[in-house]
């Protein structure tokens, strides 16, 4: 039978948050690429409280806003916390950051399975060739690069695809990622998630109905994330110690977990588990932090869960995927388009990346270190920091993904940029220990923060056009006007120049 070989700019694996947005934004820059995603939309994923990083940058990059506002998703104004020594509940406001301006302090919980399908059909419209039901198999190679793919259609035929680029974002469980690199797990956060869906939970009064509620408790910790008025997604963080528990069953486990959780208890008081549909199981999720120690080669690049992941406590997942797939679009569109030099673009990506995957990394091992029921399996030997109002700021700034998207022009209002950095090196007790992977990376996190804020702050200040930008790192690139490429600092100050000459 003959071979058919079909040829791209660029193939997209993966047709998750990652995946979509990424091929998206290659398709609104004319390039000709094709996502081939192995299940059938709608599909069931984890991952559904949002950051207003997403909505407000990325979901807006795609030209997705009104669609979201039209899809009837939950409101999370912010996060209420059981945790720390505090003995009350406590809440965070996105609209705490002075760095998220009011309109955009919001962002979405979402049946991802919905969400998951808008971001892909997008994709569709805006000139991705999705294919459904295809799953990749090998990756193709040339001397010195990855070309293409190999996968197998809905039919069960065998095909190529060649490419210049190659974007996996095929999530924590394919294994393509290994071409590129070792992953490398955290010491530090090895936990296991077990979770299920509630029908008639209790909602915390308004404005608060909305938020995601974390609560910790012996064994660990509980997510609580109202997905409509009635529908409740419940999941149990637990350390891999009580892994045991489950053999006893899942329902058995879940229910113990639950008892040993007096908030979340009394929410699920008069609830009803789900046990038909695509809510009804009880699921199990290893959720292992992971980074791979190199996130390209030539020819192919990891966004997403296939590059790394990090403990959902601060709902940073579907933020690094989006974003990550931002940068790899950027560096992908400036490569074919301006022939800009590959290893230059993607070491941008890449430094940007790590950037962000280590500020969450950071600030969740200061939080998970808040604890103090050092009696606890779960919290023992971790360092006990304490917390108070002032700090809560540079908090909510990170957990709104606020550092990386302070670049996007999306949620700043005006900086108090001394304050918060004298904030945050508060939070920047960080036992070197607990992040061994990081140890050596004394790069100033603050530093890059402030530098970024102070970016934005200007640019917020001009409107949609972005100012003459200084690189995040020394000799490095900075974003064009539209945000969809990399530019090189002399090129952009020409620019500039020139349109003031007119
Ligand atoms: C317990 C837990 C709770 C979480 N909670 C949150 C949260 O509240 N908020 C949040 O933002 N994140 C959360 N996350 C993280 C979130 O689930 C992920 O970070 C996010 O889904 C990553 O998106 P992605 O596009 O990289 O991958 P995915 O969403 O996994 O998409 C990958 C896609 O690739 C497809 N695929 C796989 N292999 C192939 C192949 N060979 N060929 C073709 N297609 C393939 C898959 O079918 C899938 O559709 C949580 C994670 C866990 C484990």
């Not at 791209?8 to 995603?37: C, D, K, W, Y």
């Not at 999370?76 to 996105?94: R, V």
């Not at 969450?360 to 009696?375: G, I, N, P, V």
Request: charged share 25%; with cysteine; proline share 3%.
């Amino acid at each position: 039978m003959q071979e058919i070989t079909e040829e791209f700019e660029v193939v997209v694996i993966g047709g998750g948050p990652g995946g979509s947005t990424a091929a998206t934004l290659l398709a609104m820059q004319n390039h000709r690429v094709l996502l081939l995603e192995r299940d059938k939309f709608p599909r069931y994923q984890i991952g559904e409280s949002l950051l207003p990083a997403t909505i407000h940058g990325i979901c807006n990059l795609l030209g997705l806003s009104e669609e979201l506002k039209q899809a009837g998703f939950v409101r999370k104004l912010g996060g209420t916390f059981k945790w720390g020594n505090n003995p009350e509940p406590w809440t965070f406001n996105f609209s705490t950051a002075s760095t998220v301006s009011a309109p955009k302090a919001y962002a979405y919980q979402v049946e991802r399975q919905k969400f998951d399908h808008l971001l892909l059909r997008n994709a569709a419209h805006k000139g991705v060739d999705v294919r459904e039901q295809h799953t990749v198999k090998e990756l193709l190679f040339e001397p010195g690069r990855v070309c293409g793919v190999e996968f197998v259609d809905a039919d069960g035929t065998t095909r190529k695809a060649k490419a210049r680029y190659v974007i996996d974002a095929s999530g924590n469980q394919s294994r393509l990622y290994q071409l590129v690199g070792e992953r490398i797990y955290s010491n530090f956060f090895q936990n296991l998630a077990l979770f299920g869906y509630y029908e008639g939970g209790k909602r915390f009064p308004p404005p608060r109905d909305g938020n995601i509620f974390c609560a910790a408790f012996n064994e660990g910790w509980f997510w609580y994330i109202p997905l409509s008025d009635t529908l409740t997604s419940v999941g149990a963080v637990v350390s891999k110690q009580f892994s045991d528990r489950l053999k006893l069953g899942h329902e058995k486990a879940m229910n113990e977990f639950i008892a040993s959780c007096p908030e979340i208890a009394n929410l699920l008081e008069n609830a009803n588990r789900v046990t038909e549909g695509v809510y009804g199981e009880l699921r199990v999720r290893r959720d292992w932090s992971y980074t791979n120690e190199r996130f390209w080669v030539p020819g192919l690049v990891l966004v997403g869960d296939a590059a790394c992941f990090i403990d959902p406590v601060f709902s940073s997942g579907v933020h690094l995927a989006t974003y990550s797939a931002l940068l790899a679009a950027r560096s992908i569109g400036s490569i074919l388009n301006d022939e800009m030099d590959e290893t230059r673009c993607f070491g941008e990506f890449e430094k940007r990346y790590r950037r962000e995957f280590k500020n969450f990394y950071d600030f969740l091992t200061s939080f998970y270190d808040m604890h103090q029921h050092e009696d606890s399996y779960f919290w023992k030997a971790r360092k006990i920091l304490r917390t108070d109002e002032s700090i809560q700021e540079a908090f909510v700034t990170l957990v709104a993904g606020g550092s990386s998207m302070l670049d996007e022009d999306l949620l700043v209002d005006n900086t108090n940029i001394d304050r918060i950095k004298g904030e945050l090196e508060q939070l920047e007790n960080v036992d070197e220990d607990a992040a061994p992977y990081f140890s050596d990376e004394k790069e100033a996190f603050l530093d890059v923060l402030v530098e970024e804020a102070t970016q934005i702050q200007t640019q917020a200040s001009v409107g949609s056009k972005r100012a003459a930008e200084k690189p995040l790192f020394e000799g490095g690139l900075i974003p064009s006007a539209d945000g969809l490429r990399w530019r090189e600092l002399a090129s952009s100050y020409a620019n500039a120049e020139q349109s003031v000459l007119g």
